[in-house]
């Protein structure tokens, strides 16, 4: 799998992502620096990693999604090219307008830091064709941002579409409809509050994460 | 010629801070108040010539996010 990790100040997940696509593709992804303004070609992957780019200055992921990477990121995007985006990488996503609605602060104020159950809402998708439909599995949340929300008309749209890909099991931050992962229309875009690179081997207590990146490459091959 | 924005959360958007900030006014003893709302006020420094429509430009490109966040502009 030809992949991208994109590398902001302040990423702090580059590496674990890195390390995930190397251990699940067999080839390590290239590292790309916010200020290129040009991709490697053919990527079959473009991965956003987690992390407080820039600070979390003015909105978590506002700064990012402005940088002159992105726009190459919205434009592979646009063309069909994967793309991922894990916690600060969601909230990229949505800075960036590849995804609807925002990211606030969690409802409870507080920094949320332990696994939460989620299911696969959909499983017909690039990334998540390696679960069950429906599948209960486990992954570990560590953000202060992830309170998703969107208007109403718009929370009915991708209700309707079928485009939630993960629902938390539980209350975690006050997200509406308890929405953990979300497509964009055509499905090749996926953002998600919890860390599937943060459950991947044997040494991470629980490999549920694991199955993203095996379907994705399956999906891509 | 300076510019202030006021970037405030839309009505109807749940604002965890302010509902924050609220109970620890009432902690602190202060009664009487119906809701807090917390927003940002962001000054800019223009150069002569920039128009209205620039800073409302930036307003909408970056320093709002119009999904959920209102904005106000002040010229002084």
Redesign the interface.
Known sequence: MNAAVIVFPGSNCDRDLAVAIREVSGRAPTMVWHGESELPAGLDLIAIPGGFSYGDY??SG?MAA?SRVMRAVVEAAGKGVPVLGVCNGFQVL??AGLL???L??????SFVCRPVGLKVENNQSIFTNGYAAGADITLPVAHHDG?Y???AETLERIEGDGRVALRYTGEVN?SANGIAGLFNPSGNVLGMMPHPERALEKAHGNQDGRRLFEGLLEAVA | MKARVFVTLKPG??D??GR?IHHALEGLGFAGIESVRAGKLIELELAEGASDADVEAMCK???A?T??ENFRIERH
């Open positions: 003015l909105r506002a402005r949505t800075e609807p609605g925002a606030m602060r969690n409802a409870g104020l309170n929300q969107a208007d006050g | 958007v749940l965890p801070q924050a490109k970056l320093l996010n999904v959920i």
